[in-house]
């Protein structure tokens, strides 16, 4: 069982970046990618960016194409998320999900497992 933990959540001015991680122990070879995914107040889990464990391959939504960096270590089983230029409208919190079925990537509902969340807070 995948047990995804995300960190690096916290408070930042607008314009200003930070690195979220999610380590994704217990990862086996049909864990095909991981994603992640935020959560604003009272809005919807939403599609932020995706990636395979084995050639590297990324997927971005739209509104992050650009200023978020998804990255892998496949040694440390961990996922990146570089955010740089952040804006209020990034506030959320946000989620790693493990998948077995990458091709519905950008669906929630397709993930397995999930970590906590780690709150992102864009504000001056």
């Known amino acids: 069982q995948v047990q995804p933990v995300e960190s690096g959540g916290g408070l930042v001015q607008p314009g200003g970046s930070l690195r979220l991680s999610c380590v994704a122990s217990?990862?086996?070879?049909?864990?095909?990618?991981m994603g992640w995914f935020r959560q604003a107040p009272g809005k919807e889990r939403e599609f932020v960016a995706a990636?395979?464990?084995?050639?590297?391959?990324?997927y971005y939504a739209d509104s992050v194409k650009g200023r978020f960096t998804i990255s892998r270590d496949n040694a440390k089983n961990t996922v990146y998320l570089q955010m740089i230029d952040l804006k209020p409208e990034d506030t959320a919190v946000y989620y790693c999900g493990s998948t077995e079925l990458f091709a519905y990537y950008r669906q929630y509902n397709t993930y397995d497992y999930w970590g906590q969340g780690t709150r992102v807070t864009v504000s001056s």
């Open positions: 217990g990862r086996t070879l049909s864990t095909t990618g």
């Open positions: 990636i395979t464990w084995s050639a590297g391959y990324t």
